[in-house]
């Protein structure tokens, strides 16, 4: 093994332990790699930023923007209420709501596909009196399988598309994914319904359909008033998680019989309601706001997304929220890490923020730091109203797609018409894209081309030949899909096709048989990711949201895992062998 393939394995291992470990925002990890890898002599000088102009990074950047369209649009305002009225079972509902989030996926990406869904679940659930819990992780999943059957539905897809047409010339068509996809996500989505419908019966989380009353565990900050019942009380012996205790503006060790005083400042962890409770009946009390709050005060309840501009910000630093007035009452935190005092929290994917302030400058302030509201619905209409005008022009993008057009000068084109037909602000659009994600994407694709070229692809894929039990098809599809579900729940999907695809295509190569099947698998495997809900950011956004625990990823995504890779192994050889 050379220099140049031993360093490129250490350089991606190392970086991979780093996504898995979530201590640095990934766009940094991925940029410190690339930096590395161009020291080091990895990477030639005009292959550094070759990320930015690859096929596979505009097109996501293209369907992005015509996603925050189609969101936009009001094509499905009127979905819930069609659901709802026609009064099926649990199951059928649940089913039917993973159904359409899963054809919504093979055209979007799921991410998008899963944030147009959420307010529709919940107003299903409000009007059916059906527990959130019991639906929000199989419509995540369902986001996820129908993101397995188009080249639009997951960044995995366009980039082992891209790889085999380096390789061959000849890319991926839009539709070739749903050979093996479709009956991966049939199976996943039956067999989610079903045993979700099992496994999360008595969720209880509090008045179902309603998010405002879900019984999330928060953070928040609060203080002893004088008359509390909690006066004299040991920290020890009180019900709830205490993070640290402030006397006199001094931290003060946590002694189990240490008792509590009034003026003291709790950093507590507890159910919603329960602090809801203590405050209305005098135990604890809300610390005092800096700024005045303006016009009638309202609470709402809203979701950090992953292109949202918090993520990895600390709550004393969210100018758009404290300049309009806005307080931060408690954070559904998905960090176990809590130290400091509240305003030093640092904010991540899937956080829910219990805010309180003038219902109109919240709205602008969620807008503006691209938060997703649950709770209440926001007031003011979506841009545009309804129209259908979007999904025709997006529907001409695909069928450009399915007769050989090259997605990025087809999705380019519905991007040029929508901006030209006023349906979308360009200006705003870029704004508003995930660009961590983006980022983290245009400085991979280089160090997974890298993989290639230093011949480190060859070296691995000629070990997992050796390391195999057999050289049937079958044997080496399934462990080159087993590969991808093992990685992926540590490392997002893009990462592990940027890396897998290369090794895959040399394994193809050294058993003489056709890459397609290969690539496929790894494209698969990469977003087959239900065990835990750090994988993907689909699954960190439901958890968030619903209150559901690491233990409820493995309980509920097992079947389906087991489904979806049986199904994947049987349908790609038959498909594409």
């Known amino acids: 093994m050379s220099f140049e393939q031993a360093g490129i394995l250490l350089l991606l291992v190392g970086m991979l332990v780093v996504f898995a470990l979530d201590r640095l925002r990934m766009e940094v990890v991925a940029l410190s790699g690339l930096g590395l890898a161009a020291l080091a002599g990895l990477l030639p000088a005009p292959a550094i930023f070759s990320g930015l102009s690859s096929p596979a990074f505009v097109t996501v950047v293209e369907l992005l923007l015509i996603a925050q369209v189609l969101g936009r649009s009001g094509l499905f305002s009127g979905l819930a209420g069609r659901i709802s009225a026609a009064g099926w079972s649990t199951r059928s509902t649940s089913a039917i709501l993973c159904a359409v989030t899963a054809v919504i996926s093979v055209f979007m990406n799921n991410i998008a596909a899963l944030a147009l869904m959420i307010p529709v679940v919940f107003s299903v659930c409000r009007a059916t009196a059906l527990d959130p819990r019991r639906v929000l992780m199989p419509v995540g999943f369902a986001a996820l399988l129908g993101g397995l059957c188009s080249l639009s539905g997951t960044p995995a897809n366009l980039i082992v598309s891209q790889q085999l047409g380096e390789r061959t010339g000849r890319a991926f068509a839009f539709f070739d994914f749903a050979y093996a996809g479709v009956p991966v996500m049939l199976a996943g989505v039956i067999v989610t319904v079903f045993w979700a419908g099992r496994a999360l019966r ?24 004088p008359g509390s019942a909690f006066v004299g009380t040991a920290v020890a012996a009180l019900p709830v998680r205490v993070h640290a205790l402030i006397r006199n503006d001094r931290h003060v060790l946590r002694r189990p019989q240490a008792q509590l005083e009034v003026g003291d400042i709790l950093l507590l962890e507890a159910e919603s309601t329960r602090v809801s409770d203590w405050i209305a009946e005098g135990m604890l009390a809300r610390l ?35 300049s309009r007035g806005i307080r931060i009452l408690a954070v559904a935190a998905q960090t176990p890490r809590i130290e400091g005092r509240f305003d030093d929290l640092q904010l991540s994917i899937g956080d829910i923020l219990y805010l309180e302030g003038d219902r109109d400058a919240i709205d602008e302030a969620v807008e503006e730091t691209e938060l997703l509201s649950l709770w209440p619905t926001p007031q003011r209409p979506e841009d545009g109203g309804t129209s259908r005008l979007p999904l025709g022009i997006f529907a001409a993008g695909v069928v450009a797609c399915i007769l050989g057009a090259a997605p990025p000068l087809a999705f380019g084109g519905v991007v040029l018409v929508l901006a030209a037909a006023g349906s979308l602000n360009l200006r705003r659009g870029l704004a508003e894209l995930d660009w961590p994600i983006l980022i983290m994407l245009a400085a991979m694709i280089p160090l997974g081309q890298a993989v290639e070229t230093t011949g480190a692809a ?83 956004i439901v958890m968030g949201i619903a209150g559901y625990r690491f233990a409820d990823f493995l309980r509920i995504g097992w079947p389906a895992t087991l489904a979806a890779c049986a199904t994947a192994i049987l349908a790609i050889p038959f498909f594409w062998m």
């Open 288 to 322: 005092p706001f800096s700024a005045p709050l303006t016009g009638r005060p309202e609470r709402v309840e809203a979701v950090i997304m992953p292109e949202s501009t918090l993520v990895g910000s600390r709550l004393r630093s969210l100018e758009s929220f404290h």
């Open 458 to 540: 060859a070296v691995l894929a000629d070990g997992l030949m050796h390391a195999l039990p057999g050289e049937h098809p079958l044997v080496m599809i399934g462990a080159v899909l087993l590969l991808a579900v093992v990685v992926t729940p540590f490392v997002n999907n893009a990462s592990t096709a940027i890396v897998l695809a290369p090794i895959a295509m040399n394994i193809a190569g050294a058993a003489a048989l056709p890459p397609e099947p290969f690539l496929i698998a790894v494209a698969l495997g990469a977003s087959i990711d239900f065990l835990t809900p750090v994988g993907h950011h689909n699954n960190t």
């Open 202 to 225: 008595d969720g209880g989380a509090g008045m179902p359909g309603h998010p405002g009353q879900m019984r999330r565990r928060v953070v928040t900050e609060a203080v002893i008033p």
